[in-house]
């Protein structure tokens, strides 16, 4: 019978159960020693798990940062996968690859996962089914704090395929024996600075940012776990993205530095990306039958116009679930032109291509998930006063990116590997004489519209002239037309004051010399006078002052020089008026 041992490890979550049941007993294990960097010896680890059997493969999932850790389980011949973050579910995509590669089991064929573990999660356990149904043995090593439900289950369900072992008892023996005197310690700070160093040198880095929106939003919004981490939310509806914490954290905080930044997106909300706007993206709609996606164009593009990738780094925000092979080369390519890859993702989209790049080019490749900064990158809705500040209410309007059910974002119809590249380069060279060809057009028509503008001002300069000449005529013609009419009127009025004078002699007493108050004619010689002047300069013989004639000097009153009188009075009040 052909016997083979698969053995697969999740480091995290064993070393965390471990340290935990060290803590829970420092009698038996001393204070403090459950804080050592690994409490675990790889190596008799390894001897445990493999037993008698022939071992096929030796695999293991790893978070942790530490360098020397990890290359303690590097060194005892563990092949470790790095998880980009703590709870990826690596484990159970390892474990799905274990399956695939090694297939069922058939005739005289007996294959064993054994699996070391902390918790075991119900995806995990899903991922188990599949073994059983493979006519695999499965055995589960984990603490018995940790395990006992799972194990129990497992145990019912599968009592001839499973076996559940609990290292409580075998702890003593797997613990690595305690370091002489700074032996490891000393290794650990001088790794931590390689990592800071290689993060570091990558800062001033040239930043080529690219963000796929239905990826990031989409993700975010049908997720079924991630708005539970947001508190307060019921629903994935109840979250927002924080536009301005995602721009800051892949665009770092040098401007000068990002040399492009582009948001693609197709089905999210338009509503929605026009809040990049503010944050200085270049928003480009693609309809969702465009054969190439606007990804690839940019990746042609780098690949075309920067051979040299040094201090340069492609910044992808999205996942790469739906990357096709011409993509995954062109990354490679890039990576071999020196180029640096950081991508942003949310872990729910992240399938293997990103994460393998990353174990294939560590010192290139960076896998930063979002959902460690979930906190920053989502909110929970709230009414528009209390967003948070850099957040418009526009910025997040209500977005129903896709269904749940449709779809799935992104590309669509990809061409052909070959001829696709070559498609994406001809349409990317003539987007760019369309470009220039448009910015020709408008610099050649914004020169034929100053000549026609200088050309209408001059006439319009003329025009002006020439009317305001004609004014000009028009008033001192005017003028000469006012001033004669004066002079006119002027001449008019002293004829008529003349006139006025000559009435007012005839109409004067010749002894008041003023026109006559109530006027008394002469019956001797018809001389007309003021009759009150003339009763005083009568004597007592009453002769006539104007014919000295004295038998029957008699008067009476001139009525029609009184009407004159009293006319001329008038006519004069009216010329006054005039004046
Ligand atoms: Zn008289």
């Known amino acids: 019978m052909q016997q083979s041992r698969f053995l697969l490890v999740d480091f995290d979550g064993l070393l965390a159960s471990v340290r935990t049941h060290m803590r829970l007993q420092p009698a038996v294990f001393g204070v403090g020693c459950s804080s050592e960097a690994s409490p675990l010896d790889a190596q008799k680890l390894m001897a445990l798990l ?8 030796r695999r293991g999932v790893f978070y942790g940062r530490n360098a020397s850790e990890e290359r303690a389980f590097t060194a005892a011949g563990w092949e470790l996968s790095k998880k980009p973050a703590l709870d990826h579910r690596s484990l159970e995509t390892l474990l799905k690859s274990n399956l695939a590669d090694a297939g069922v089991c058939e005739g005289r064929q007996r294959k064993t996962l054994v699996l070391a573990t902390g918790e075991v999660s119900v995806s995990v356990l899903k991922t188990l089914e599949a073994y059983f149904q493979a006519s695999w043995r499965v055995q589960l090593y984990c603490l018995r704090r940790s395990g006992t439900k799972m ?12 076996q559940g072992v609990y290292l409580d008892r075998f702890m003593k023996e797997l613990l690595r024996e305690k370091p002489k005197d700074g032996v490891a310690s000393t290794l650990e700070p001088s790794n931590q600075d390689e990592e800071e160093q290689r993060v570091a040198s990558a800062d001033g880095n040239d930043r080529f940012v690219f963000m796929d929106l239905d990826s990031i939003a989409g993700t975010l919004f049908k997720s079924s776990t991630l708005y539970q981490k947001v508190l307060g939310a019921s629903s994935a509806r109840d979250v927002r993205l924080n536009f301005r914490a995602l721009t800051d954290r892949t665009c770092g905080s040098d401007p000068a530095k990002v040399k492009r930044q582009v948001v693609r997106y197709a089905k999210t909300n338009p509503h929605l990306a026009q809040g990049l706007l503010a944050l200085h993206w270049v928003l480009k709609k693609q309809s969702t039958s465009n054969a190439v996606p606007s990804h690839l164009e940019l990746l042609t593009q780098l690949i075309a116009t920067n051979p040299d990738g040094t201090h340069k780094t492609l910044v992808l925000v999205m996942g790469d679930g739906r990357l096709d092979a011409v993509s995954k080369g062109l990354l490679a390519v890039l990576v071999a032109m020196q180029w640096r890859i950081e991508v942003h993702a ?23 998930p979002l959902d460690q900064d979930l906190s920053e990158l989502v909110y929970l809705k709230q009414t528009d006063a209390a967003a948070p500040k850099a957040v418009k209410s526009s910025e997040i309007v209500s977005a129903t990116v896709s269904t749940p059910g449709a779809a799935p974002v992104g590309l669509t119809a990809v061409p052909e590997r070959g001829m696709g590249l070559e498609l994406s380069r001809l349409q990317q060279q003539m987007h760019e004489m369309q470009q220039a060809f448009a910015a020709l057009q408008t610099s050649s028509a914004s020169w034929k519209a100053t000549q026609q503008s200088e050309e209408v001002e001059r006439r319009l300069q003329l025009q002006q002239d020439e009317f305001a000449r004609r004014l000009h005529e028009q008033e001192e013609a005017f003028d000469a037309d006012r001033h004669e009419l004066t002079q006119k009127a002027r001449d008019a009025r002293l004829k008529h004051r003349l006139a006025l004078q000559e009435r007012e002699e005839m109409l004067t ?14 019956v001797c010689c ?15 013989d009453r002769s006539c002052p104007w014919c000295r004639q004295q038998r029957g000097f008699t008067t009476h009153l001139n009525r029609d020089m009184a009407i004159l009188v009293q006319q001329y009075k008038a006519e004069c009040d009216a010329f006054e008026e005039e004046a």
Request: charged share 20%; hydrophobic share 40%; proline share 6%.
């Open 50 to 57: 493999s037993g008698q059997e022939a071992v096929a493969c």
């Open 151 to 162: 194990v129990d289950r497992l145990r019912v369900e599968h009592p001839s395929n499973f």
């Open 346 to 368: 949310w872990l729910d989209s992240l399938n293997d291509v990103f994460l393998a790049l990353q174990g294939e080019y560590p010192t290139s490749v960076v896998v930063k």
């Open 509 to 522: 007493c010749p002894i008041t010399q003023c026109l006559y108050e109530t006027p008394v004619v002469t």
């Open 526 to 540: 018809g001389k007309t006078f003021s009759k009150a002047a003339l009763d005083g300069l009568q004597g007592r």
